[in-house]
T-cell receptor, first 114, second 113 residues
Framework: DAGVIQSPRHEVTEMGQEVTLRCKPI?????LFWYRQTMMRGLELLIY????????DSGMPEDRFSAKMPNASFSTLKIQPSEPRDSAVYFC????????????FGPGTRLTVT | AQSVTQPDIHITVSEGASLELRCNYS??????LFWYVQSPGQGLQLLLK??????LVQGIKGFEAEFKRSQSSFNLRKPSVHWSDAAEYFC???????????FGTGTRLTIIP
């Protein structure tokens, strides 16, 4: 079975540009999570969806960040405009149980904003 | 304040030696407890989890963890490490209800020959 798929794996962009990160959860999973990992702050939950509906976006740092899940097999995390402090590894995870009990993580997208 | 602590930032162990990674939590009630592993350049993989029942839980890759309520701890152990165990290990807690999963800061494990 394919795991969680994220694209791109690496993204380098200039400050002010729009960045879109993509995630395909595991088929049959009904919860999807976006995390950010940095040296300074560790792993932070940005937002999560249950059945394509955003449940908690309190971790989204600013209005520059937005996330969508138009269907059960696709989600995007968009940063517009990007800033150097957004540089991090962004992980997408999915779970079958509708909660945090057993999450499967994608390989991550390493974002560098210059 | 509620928190999860991994006191060791970096641990170095010889191949074949035993391993114990520490995790302590501070919550009012016993939360759900997890250990994840992150290999370089990879996402996190669930090693094991504790919800209730037997306080010694077995996981994948030969790992086990023991929940000790009196010490608010959930330490990860392996009797004999392999070079492929070199990775970063994260303890995580889920307080329950509608709370979110909170990760510790991680412990990086280095294996020397």
């Amino acid at each position: 079975d394919a795991g969680v798929i994220q694209s791109p794996r690496h993204e380098v962009t200039e400050m002010g540009q729009e960045v879109t990160l993509r995630c395909k959860p595991i088929s049959g999973h009904n919860s999807l999570f976006w995390y950010r990992q940095t040296m300074m702050r560790g792993l932070e939950l940005l937002i999560y969806f249950n059945n394509n509906v955003p449940i908690d976006d309190s971790g989204m740092p600013e209005d520059r960040f937005s996330a969508k899940m138009p269907n059960a097999s696709f989600s995007t995390l968009k940063i517009q405009p990007s800033e150097p402090r957004d540089s991090a590894v962004y992980f997408c995870a999915s779970s079958k149980t509708g909660g945090f009990y057993e999450q499967y993580f994608g390989p991550g997208t390493r974002l560098t904003v210059t | 304040a509620q928190s999860v602590t991994q006191p060791d930032i970096h641990i170095t162990v010889s191949e074949g030696a035993s391993l114990e990674l520490r995790c302590n939590y501070s919550y009012g009630a016993t939360p759900y407890l997890f250990w994840y592993v992150q290999s370089p350049g990879q996402g996190l993989q669930l090693l094991l989890k504790y919800f209730s029942g037997d306080t010694l839980v077995q996981g994948i890759k030969g790992f086990e963890a023991e929940f000790k309520r009196s010490q608010s701890s959930f330490n990860l152990r392996k009797p004999s490490v392999h070079w492929s165990d070199a990775a970063e290990y994260f303890c995580a807690v889920l307080p329950g209800g509608n709370e979110k999963l909170t990760f510790g800061t991680g412990t990086r494990l280095t294996i020397i020959p």
